[in-house]
């Protein structure tokens, strides 16, 4: 494919959508509708971005027995789904503050401990340019709600069997499904 051009077409306050054009192989145009976090894109280095845009927590408890599980209505499906902690990266942030700064938000727990910090990866690749880290560790303290009213999060810590048992019956994030698919086994 070659790249043409990415035109605006609707700015969200969160997202924007963009019409990105290519020529095919056959030399014919191929039109390719995506969103962003960022609000302006016009050329294929601002396309595949800089930095990441979020961090998703993968925190055991102090053990390393149980792995942190947020059950979450998520607004787009408008449903209860399984997914990591993980939030937007602020202005002057690095990756792990963030994870400790929205881990206490969502959950109330400390990331006290930092084992990795895996590289850079889009969040939903098919439709988003928005890039995410994933901030590995551990977590302690005691659960309370989010701190965010428009956030609806009931977070726990899940053994092997219990996450074996989850993955069958309730819906995930597909990152979180297939980690806690290899993290279970």
Do not use: H
Not at 119 to 128: I, N
């Amino acid at each position: 494919m070659k790249f043409k051009e990415i035109t605006k077409r609707e700015e969200g306050k969160y997202i924007t959508r963009f019409d990105i054009s290519y020529e095919t192989t056959d030399s014919k145009e191929k039109i390719y509708e995506m969103i962003s976090r960022k609000k302006n894109l016009s050329t294929l280095e601002q396309l595949r971005g800089e930095r990441a845009d979020a961090v998703v927590i993968i925190a055991t408890d102090e053990s390393g027995e149980k792995i942190l599980l947020n059950r979450e209505f998520r607004l787009a499906v408008g449903d209860w789904v399984y997914n990591f902690p993980a939030g937007l990266i602020d202005p002057g942030e690095n990756p792990i503050e963030s994870a400790k700064r929205e881990l206490w938000e969502e959950t109330g727990l400390e990331l006290y401990e930092i084992e990795d910090q895996i590289g850079e990866s889009y969040s939903a690749v098919g439709f988003s340019n928005e890039m995410n880290v994933c901030i590995v560790g551990r977590a302690r303290g005691e659960f309370r709600q989010s701190t965010s009213t428009v956030e609806e999060i009931e977070a726990g810590w899940f053994s092997k069997q219990e996450v074996k048992e989850l993955l069958k019956k309730y819906r995930f994030a597909a990152r979180t499904q297939a980690y806690c698919y290899l993290w279970a086994k």
